[in-house]
């Protein structure tokens, strides 16, 4: 029985019509919307109709996938290990509602990160007749594009919330069509995203004059991290941070992106002396203190998560009541992730 709404319903079947005459799908879908769950109701629906299937280490016999092609799996690719927790989760639990298929959960359906999975191509045996990727803005790294070229035979969805990249290099090379569901503005008319409130910097302000100082650009033609820290990383503008956040959003529960791992450990630092309970994630943080700082972030014990890139993605956490930009971007997709992460809908949240 699915428990999906009405518009991933609809989601799910546009994918499963556009595989009819094409072999690579894309799907977009705001931030906040369960793209997780259509991709384990896609998931489900095909293994519905097989029997198990020798799985990436060789186990188990069954029936082909997609009009005959791989080995009858499924492999879910994401590109952080986080991601490949969730997406366990939400799959397993929609396999495990349905007893007769959870005993095939384990032979047919594999979910990896691509860092995995481009040091053991060796290791993997066969080929799926399915390869998802989530958070398909990722898929024109090569370590991406090595996927088509080593499972020929079979079907792919991507799925995103942001289908553009900054250099507007598209996906029409991977991607035979895009399937898109309601806008923001449309899931908030309806009730599925919160309503917000936006408040900008003003053109004419010295932190803007700061941001158009900014020169240099980096390997992804973004502001260059160095040059951001030098300008930005002063106890100036940590100051006038936290006055914004005190003004537009005291007493609210939010996350904060800095520049790097010098400046969210200063920004967590000043919000602490000021009162504000924040600690400060990045990519060095320890695995176990991670996890224990956004349980506490979670149970409101802590108000202010400041990270560097690390909840840009994936990242559920539905009662988050403000996005605080400590840090300029020119990547529409990176900016469109970041703020998302607030509009997700919970009980009195307004």
Request: some cysteine; aromatic content about 8%; glycine content about 8%.
């Amino acid at each position: 029985m699915s428990c999906l709404r009405d518009y991933q319903t609809d989601i799910v079947s546009r994918v499963f019509d556009a595989w009819r005459t094409c072999r690579s799908v894309m799907v977009q879908m705001p931030t906040g919307t369960g793209k997780t769950h259509v991709l384990a109701e896609v998931v489900k629906r095909l293994i519905h109709s097989l029997t198990p299937a020798p799985s990436p280490r060789g186990e188990g016999s069954g029936m082909p996938l997609c009009n005959g092609a791989g080995d009858g799996s499924v492999w879910i690719v994401a590109h952080r290990r986080e991601l490949v927790a969730q997406i366990e989760d939400t799959v397993g639990k929609m396999m495990a509602s349905d007893s007769s298929l959870f005993p095939l959960r384990s032979s047919l359906v594999w979910v990896m990160s691509i860092q995995w999975l481009s040091r053991h191509w060796d290791d993997v045996e066969g080929r799926p007749g399915l390869v998802v990727i989530d958070e398909a803005h990722h898929a024109r790294a090569d370590s991406y594009r090595e996927l088509w070229a080593r499972c020929p035979g079979a079907k792919f969805l991507g799925l995103t919330a942001t289908p553009c990249r900054m250099n507007r290099s598209g996906f029409t090379d991977l991607f035979d069509t895009l399937v898109c569901s309601w806008s923001i503005s449309e899931f908030i008319r309806k009730g599925r995203l919160s309503l917000f409130d936006y408040v900008s910097i003003r053109p004419d302000s010295g932190e803007q004059r700061l941001i158009d100082s900014l020169e240099r650009r980096g390997a992804d033609g973004d502001y260059q991290q160095k040059e951001m820290n030098a300008v930005l990383n002063s106890r100036g503008s940590i100051v006038r941070l936290y006055e914004s956040m005190a003004e537009y959003a005291g007493g609210k529960k939010g996350i904060v992106y800095a520049i790097g791992i010098d400046h969210a450990r200063s920004i967590a630092a000043y919000y602490n002396k000021k009162g504000v309970s924040s600690a400060a994630i990045d990519s060095r943080t320890p695995a176990e203190e991670r996890r224990r700082a956004v349980e506490e972030f979670k149970a409101g014990r802590i108000r202010v998560l400041v990270n560097v890139d690390v909840f840009s993605e994936g990242f559920d956490c539905p009662d988050v009541e403000f996005v605080q930009m400590a840090r300029p971007t020119l990547s529409l997709a990176k900016y469109l992730q970041q703020v998302g992460r607030g509009l997700r809908r919970s009980e009195g949240k307004t």
